[in-house]
């Protein structure tokens, strides 16, 4: 049973940084494909960032490129999230999803953590 569990989250002021982490179980995240998406309220889920099992990693949206770093720790089997410069419209439900083994749809979602950035 695979299991993506998020922590990290909470209240920062904008221009602080945070640290999420996504801790797995059941896959081994150096054959997936991590990534992390957010969900604002009143808006739809998109995607963040995210490395493939080979090391590449893809910001997919502009405002994170520059601030949001993800990066994965293959002995502890858990993957980072470390944002920086945090703004008022970072504020959502961050989650944690992982591919299956060299696979291309995420089919494992964590349960999700609130990030706020105070103005």
């Known amino acids: 049973q695979v299991q993506l569990v998020e922590s990290g989250g909470g209240l920062v002021q904008a221009g602080g940084s945070l640290r999420l982490s996504c801790a797995a179980s059941?896959?081994?995240?150096?054959?997936?494909?991590m990534g992390w998406f957010r969900q604002a309220p009143g808006k739809e889920r998109e995607g963040v960032i995210e490395?493939?099992?080979?090391?590449?990693?893809?910001a997919y949206i502009d405002s994170a490129k520059g601030r949001f770093t993800i990066s994965r720790d293959n002995a502890k089997n858990t993957v980072y999230l470390q944002m920086n410069s945090l703004k008022p419209d970072d504020t959502a439900v961050y989650y944690c999803?992982?591919?299956?083994?060299?696979?291309?749809?995420?089919?494992?979602w964590g349960q999700g953590t609130q990030v706020t950035v105070s103005s």
């Open positions: 059941g896959l081994t995240i150096s054959r997936s494909t």
């Open positions: 490395v493939t099992w080979s090391g590449a990693t893809t």
């Open positions: 999803a992982a591919t299956s083994s060299f696979g291309i749809s995420y089919d494992y």
